[in-house]
């Protein structure tokens, strides 16, 4: 069992920066592949990115690419999103998931619906906005 908590979310200006926290619970944390996805009113949870349980391989949605970095603590059992140059756009409810398989996490990337995911976070808000 994996328990997840976001931190970090709140109002930003458009090309402000965030840093979001993920911490999780559990011995396990470091055996899972762990993502970023996020969900505006009226629309899919989308995803945003991942990262391998080692942390040497991770991947983005092409909206973010070049903006926004994850990483992981396996130590700390914490998973991050540092975010740059927000935009409007950016704005949603953010959710840290984590499953066994990266493959899971990059079949959303692709396409699939975000409910294969074995744990999911309550979400943190980020608002850009002037």
């Known amino acids: 069992q994996v328990q997840l908590v976001e931190s970090g979310g709140g109002l930003v200006q458009p090309g402000g920066s965030l840093r979001l926290s993920c911490a999780a619970s559990g011995r396990t944390f470091r055996s899972y592949a762990m993502g970023w996805f996020r969900q505006a009113p009226g629309k899919e949870r989308e995803f945003v990115a991942a990262i391998t349980w080692s942390g040497g391989n991770t991947y983005y949605a092409d909206s973010v690419k070049g903006r926004f970095t994850i990483s992981r603590d396996n130590a700390k059992n914490t998973v991050y999103l540092q975010m740059n140059s927000l935009k409007p756009e950016d704005a949603a409810v953010y959710y840290c998931?984590?499953?066994?398989?990266?493959?899971?996490?990059?079949?959303?990337?692709?396409?699939?619906?975000?409910?294969?995911?074995?744990?999911w976070g309550k979400g943190t808000l980020v608002t850009v906005s002037s």
């Open positions: 998931g984590a499953d066994p398989s990266i493959a899971t996490m990059l079949a959303i990337m692709l396409g699939k619906a975000a409910d294969g995911v074995d744990y």
